[in-house]
Structure formats: structure tokens, C-alpha cells
């Protein structure tokens, strides 16, 4: 289940960009962060994509939700400028972001290639 994430809950599980000058990843597992808004067309093609993948994947991998017109603070931290905007963190190493509805198999090879997640 993909859960939603407030900046507070972002600084506590995610990382801490107010402590923090370099990336360091406060999460116990990788993590698939979606920058969305309720009114974006493409976001709402993707939200099922998200789900399904939580349900596959289990506690192998988290994935948040940042609704962009609630938490603008934290949308503004990333630079999120379009939307929807994914920000991969792997456990280990930097995180990457992506922008745009990518389809489900994208998603699959990102989970394989960057977090070295299998489901």
C-alpha cells in the first residue's frame, strides 16, 4: 500500500535535507517517492501502477506519496517543476529522480537496476 507522506514524515523516513547537506537516506529499505497532484491526468495513470507494485514487491520497498499542492515546501526542496515526478532512493548510493508517467515495466527495470530489488 502506498502511503502518503508529509514533510515532516519525509525528514524522519526519507531524508533529512534541514539537517543534512549531503544525501543520507534515513530508510531501512529503498523507496519509490511519487510528486503528484489530485487534478494531474498522468498522475492518476500511474497511482494504480504504484499499488500494484506495493502489493508485489512487500516490504522489500516503500512507496510514498507527495501531493504537491499540500506540501509545496517539500516539492520546492526537490525542484519539482512538472508533474508526475518520481524520486527513486535505493538504500545505498544517491537517489535519482524521474519525471513522467512511466509504465509499469520502466518501473520494474528501475526497481531491478537501481535498488537491486526482485519481487
Known sequence: ?????????FL???????KNKEWKFEGD???I???YADWCQ?????????EELSEEYGDKLNIYKVDTEAE???SA???????????????EGEPQMATGALPKHNL???????FKVKK
Open 1 to 9: 500500500m502506498t502511503t502518503m507522506l508529509t514533510k515532516k514524515d
Open 12 to 18: 524522519e523516513k526519507v531524508f533529512n535535507f534541514e
Open 29 to 31: 529499505v529503498p523507496c
Open 33 to 35: 517517492i511519487d510528486f
Open 42 to 50: 498522468p498522475c492518476k495513470m500511474v497511482a494504480p501502477i504504484l
Open 72 to 74: 509545496r515546501e517539500l
Open 77 to 91: 526542496a526537490f525542484g519539482i517543476r512538472s508533474i508526475p515526478s518520481m524520486l527513486f532512493c535505493p538504500a
Open 108 to 114: 520494474e527495470q528501475i526497481i531491478a537496476d537501481v
